[in-house]
């Protein structure tokens, strides 16, 4: 019965355009040291830089310490709601949603090690395409290089795994995951693969105007791919920056009220250069 729904979701959301994806974002996801961080939440289409649509949230978590002792901070009252930039009208007048603001303590994330923070968003219906979207949003903080639960579960409803960190990533290497639901690996499931285009801009609470990369065409929007028949998928990085892996339809509630509900998995990565010193040759 789940690998027949799975199938109908994944061919269903193969017709959507664009990805909707909740931007979760540090300035950086690996550090020295942590300082105090401001972290925008943003539901919108990160490698387009919109439409941005509201956001409610429905839980907001940290989970740190090392794998079989990680403790769960609730991070509810670090959300600072904002109105974010949808557009700008041709009259002049800006068009702005909900959105959030997280401002994380130095405290809460000074521990060595991984911090896995997971949002979860509170269903939003979406008029165009007529369908519910629940978003599971996964982003590991690194602090001194120590590496102590980023491949540790958090038991939500859906989520992805990976066999090589989320951070610490080279352009060229090759990520493998796993996707969840409900516990159990989810086969033939699609994944939307978008790039945070757009840089998020905290002082004036919008994306950038200038993309990191243009498109030859709509259909290198996002990159689509899916997971095999163990729930596994694998994922080249092709360029610098933050890419969402975005599982689409793959949580185990399908419907609210009637009508088609997507719970999607999320996981962000990021990746740089390789670092050439002065004895390469």
């Known amino acids: 019965m789940r690998l027949s729904f799975g199938l109908a979701a994944a061919m269903f959301l193969a017709a959507q355009v664009q990805a909707h994806t909740v931007v979760m974002h540090a300035p950086e996801m690996a550090v020295e040291r942590a300082t105090d961080m401001q972290m925008p939440l943003v539901f919108t289409h990160a490698t387009d830089g919109g439409p941005t649509m509201p956001m409610e949230i429905e839980s907001f978590s940290l989970h740190t310490g090392r794998q079989f002792f990680m403790e769960e901070i609730d991070l509810m009252d670090t959300l600072e709601p904002v109105q974010w930039l949808n557009r700008v009208n041709e009259d002049g007048s800006e068009d702005r949603v909900d959105a959030f603001v997280a401002n994380i303590p130095r405290d809460t994330i000074r521990s060595l090690g991984d911090h896995q923070f997971m949002l979860v968003t509170k269903p939003y219906y979406d008029p165009n395409d007529e369908i519910y979207i629940q978003q599971f949003v996964k982003m590991i903080y690194n602090v001194g290089g120590a590496q102590t639960n980023w491949h540790s579960s958090l038991g939500v409803d859906t989520e992805i795994h990976l066999f090589k960190t989320p951070y610490a990533n080279w352009v060229g290497e090759t990520v493998k995951g796993v996707v969840y639901s409900d516990g159990e690996p989810m086969p033939y499931s699609r994944l939307e693969i978008d790039y945070l285009n757009y840089q998020p801009d905290m002082e004036n609470l919008r994306f950038a105007e200038e993309p990191r990369i243009e498109h030859s065409h709509p259909s290198y929007n996002?990159?689509?791919?899916?997971?095999?028949?163990?729930?596994?998928?694998?994922?080249?990085?092709?360029?610098?920056?933050?890419?969402?892996?975005?599982?689409?339809?793959?949580?185990?509630?399908?419907?609210?009220?009637?009508?088609?509900?997507?719970?999607?998995?999320?996981?962000?990565?990021?990746?740089?250069d390789v670092p050439v010193g002065a004895g390469s040759l």
Do not use: C, R
């Open 222 to 272: 996002y990159i689509s791919i899916m997971t095999d028949k163990d729930g596994e998928f694998v994922f080249g990085i092709p360029h610098a920056g933050w890419w969402a892996l975005s599982a689409l339809g793959v949580g185990p509630e399908y419907n609210i009220d009637g009508t088609y509900l997507s719970q999607d998995a999320i996981l962000w990565i990021y990746a740089e």
